[in-house]
């Protein structure tokens, strides 16, 4: 079965902070992760996924996240966060016919 | 690109009228779309899994007959939420599979407030 827990639900950060937002996971099947942006009252955005390869994943608007097996993580990073960052994220892990989401972090920078 | 649209972007109806949500995949051709629902500050749940021509797949808990799933067409799948209660307000946001090769991604759509007075 496939699970993906977010261990932080609000994550405040001051403007040109770095950010890291933590996801672990839990699959059976082959390992797929995806992180998601959602801005409010819209739908989501994809920001970066890991399917294989370099475990190290760049994204857009300057994320990053890197896969780690032994820990069963996919943390999502960034070095200097803007205010337009604020917003929901989601980890999310592919399952056999669908994606199985995450509760989400609020990310709110603080000017 | 992969666009997926959704109509419409907002919606308010009385209790006990059905509101119809539509979802179309723009340039490409889906033969599997999904609806999600979310409540505030929570996360989405899959409610169904649409099949283009044949019967939607639905998650455990959610009524089939309350929420009506059709996916007639390789771009489109429309929810109709029957007999709306205030307790169906909610955000929808549906999601297109895209195929290619081996592979495939999700594609969502921008996501349909509810709102049942």
């Known amino acids: 079965a496939q699970s993906v827990t977010q261990l932080d639900s609000q994550v405040p950060v001051f403007e040109e902070a770095p950010v890291e937002l933590r996801c672990n996971y839990s699959s059976s099947v082959s390992v797929y992760l995806f992180w998601y942006v959602q801005y409010p009252n819209q739908g989501l955005q994809l920001l970066l996924k890991?399917?294989?390869?370099?475990?190290l994943v760049k994204g857009i608007n300057g994320f990053e996240a890197e896969f780690n097996k032994s820990q069963t993580s996919f943390h999502l990073r960034k070095p200097s966060v803007h205010i337009s960052d604020t917003a929901e994220y989601f980890c999310?892990?592919?399952?056999?016919?669908?994606?199985?989401f995450g509760t989400g972090t609020r990310l709110t920078v603080i000017p | 690109g992969a666009v997926v649209s959704q109509h419409p972007s907002w919606v308010i109806c009385k209790s006990g009228t059905s509101v119809k949500i539509e979802c179309r995949s723009l340039d490409f051709q889906a033969t599997t779309m999904f609806w999600y629902r979310q409540f505030p500050k929570q996360s989405l749940m899959l409610m169904a899994t649409?099949?283009?021509?044949?019967?939607?797949?639905?998650e455990q808990g959610v009524e089939k007959d309350k929420f009506l799933i059709n996916h007639a067409s390789l771009t489109l799948s429309t929810l109709t939420v029957t007999s709306a209660h205030p307790e169906d307000s909610s955000f929808y946001i549906c999601?297109?599979?895209?195929?290619?090769?081996?592979?495939?991604?999700?594609?969502f759509g921008p996501g349909t407030r509810l709102t049942v007075t």
């Open positions: 999601s297109a599979r895209k195929v290619t090769g081996g592979s495939y991604e999700q594609y």
């Open positions: 649409s099949n283009e021509g044949s019967k939607a797949t639905y």
């Open positions: 999310a892990v592919r399952g056999a016919n669908n994606l199985f």
């Open positions: 890991y399917l294989s390869g370099s475990t």
